[in-house]
């Protein structure tokens, strides 16, 4: 069962529907007390922003659930004929697929990620930093293809959750099958307190 958010604008700001069924349009404060009784029996929600309703995008993308899929496509203008959703999911979620065998993709900088990184974590840089600032990495598909394949799991991180967009935005052109970006990235990561690996001189 999944849920799919659409967030709209004025008083009747939001349509709330789960699936095989109808809904009309609600009330703000209608929606979070919807999205509430969604979140208690763990359902999954898909949540598509209106970029002209940043405040309600705001309190809704913040949901304490870690079961929140958010479709950043339109926001990072990164959308195609498809419609490609990227799905968002926060570092509780990310370990627990990490646990049950997906890989991390790592897209930070060389620099970053060897200041540290996440547990078994393969590195392949989405953008390189450059006296004129971050340009991107020519070769980063043809690098991926070379370390796995469109069938892999792969969750995709950066230091934020920005850069891991843009990168799990193209894998999805590219029809990997299976890729999720990490909410929050590495940063989020060791504010949880989860497992990192670093230089042995900083341990």
């Known amino acids: 069962m999944t849920v799919k958010v659409h967030i709209g604008g004025g008083m009747m700001s ?21 999205l509430d009784s969604y979140i208690k029996l ?11 309703n940043s405040k309600l995008n705001s309190k809704v993308s913040h949901l304490p659930n870690t079961f929140i899929y958010t479709n950043f496509s339109s926001f990072m203008d990164h959308q195609t004929s498809s419609e490609s959703e990227v799905i968002t ?12 065998g997906h890989r991390y993709l790592d ?8 200041r540290g990184h996440v ?7 989405y953008m390189f930093d450059t006296p004129e600032g971050r340009v991107k990495n020519p070769k980063f598909m043809e690098q991926v293809l070379s370390a796995c394949s469109k069938e892999d799991h792969l969750v995709v991180g950066c230091q934020s959750g920005v850069r891991s967009v843009y990168a799990t935005t193209d894998l999805l052109k ?13 940063i989020a990561w060791v504010e949880n307190g ?5 230089p042995k001189l900083e341990l």
Do not use: Q, W
């Open 14 to 34: 939001t349509i709330v529907k789960r699936d095989g069924e109808r809904r009309m349009p609600v009330t703000m404060s209608r929606t979070r007390e919807i």
């Open 42 to 52: 763990h359902l999954p929600l898909v949540f598509f922003p209106n970029p002209s």
């Open 89 to 100: 999911v926060d570092v509780h979620a990310a370990k627990k697929l990490l646990n049950s």
């Open 107 to 114: 897209v930070r900088t060389v620099e970053e990620f060897e």
């Open 119 to 125: 547990e078994k974590a393969f590195n392949i840089p």
């Open 174 to 186: 590219a029809e990997f099958k299976h890729v999720c970006n990490v909410g929050g990235g590495y």
């Open 194 to 198: 989860f497992a990192v690996e670093k």
